[in-house]
């Protein structure tokens, strides 16, 4: 039965500041989408076949071994108008530690149809409507939070909340791989 997932980052010390956030907005403009979405940073999105599961758990672990823990710093809110997200973006030195795993991600799985997200940010709500942006940025406008980025996590969506769910991470292992040296014979 195919199934959809997500590949985020994500940090169990932003979900409940930015519950509080979406559930001030909820009370202003009432249910909108992502508002009981927990924060992330989304990687990636694809649907594919639950059998093939473990394959791709076994290259996210790969992956994560690669990678080092960082700081992510989150220091301003902002919108994509034409989509209706509002959103908590993160800071140029946060963005440029993010995107390099993002599009090594992304290559990874180049052979799934994605869903990529080549800008990292923290979304509040998406699809609001121009009213709802314009209340939610008068609401909002300053923040500064941080988390230690120190894994991916798998994400599997349940159809019947309408929510994804977090269902496996894979933590960073410092292991950078190790660079290929051509030799000599002689």
Same mark, same amino acid.
């Given at each position: #039965?195919?199934?959809?997932?997500?590949?985020?980052?994500? *940090?169990?010390?932003?979900?409940?500041?930015?519950?509080? /956030?979406?559930?001030?907005?909820?009370?202003? =403009?009432?249910?909108?989408?992502?508002?009981?979405?927990?924060?992330? =940073?989304?990687?990636?999105?694809?649907?594919?076949?639950?059998?093939?599961?473990?394959?791709?758990?076994?290259?996210?672990?790969?992956? $994560?071994?690669?990678?080092?823990?960082?700081?992510? *710093?989150?220091?301003? %809110?902002?919108?994509?108008?034409?989509?209706?997200?509002?959103?908590?973006?993160?800071?140029?030195?946060?963005?440029?530690? /993010?995107?390099?795993? #993002?599009?090594?991600?992304?290559?990874?799985?180049?052979?799934?149809?994605?869903?990529?997200?080549?800008?990292?940010?923290? $979304?509040?709500?998406?699809?609001?409507?121009?009213?709802?942006?314009?209340?939610?940025?008068?609401? %909002?406008?300053?923040?500064?939070?941080? %988390?230690?980025?120190?894994?991916?996590? /798998?994400?599997?969506?349940?159809?019947?909340?309408?929510?994804?769910?977090?269902?496996?991470?894979?933590?960073?292992?410092?292991?950078?791989?190790?660079?290929?040296?051509?030799?000599? /014979?002689?």
């Amino acid at each position: #039965m195919e199934k959809t997932y997500s590949v985020v980052f994500y *940090s169990k010390a932003l979900v409940e500041p930015v519950k509080k /956030l979406k559930d001030f907005l909820k009370s202003k =403009i009432n249910w909108y989408n992502s508002c009981n979405s927990e924060a992330h =940073i989304t990687i990636c999105e694809f649907t594919i076949d639950e059998s093939e599961i473990d394959s791709i758990k076994k290259k996210l672990s790969k992956i $994560s071994d690669t990678f080092t823990p960082f700081p992510v *710093s989150l220091d301003h %809110f902002d919108a994509f108008q034409n989509s209706g997200a509002f959103f908590i973006g993160v800071t140029k030195d946060s963005e440029n530690n /993010l995107v390099p795993i #993002m599009k090594k991600i992304h290559e990874t799985f180049k052979f799934l149809k994605l869903k990529k997200s080549d800008n990292p940010h923290l $979304s509040i709500g998406r699809r609001l409507t121009p009213e709802n942006l314009k209340i939610a940025s008068e609401l %909002f406008t300053t923040i500064n939070i941080e %988390f230690e980025c120190n894994e991916i996590v /798998l994400r599997e969506f349940d159809p019947k909340v309408k929510q994804f769910f977090v269902i496996d991470s894979f933590p960073f292992g410092s292991n950078p791989e190790p660079e290929f040296v051509q030799g000599s /014979l002689f």
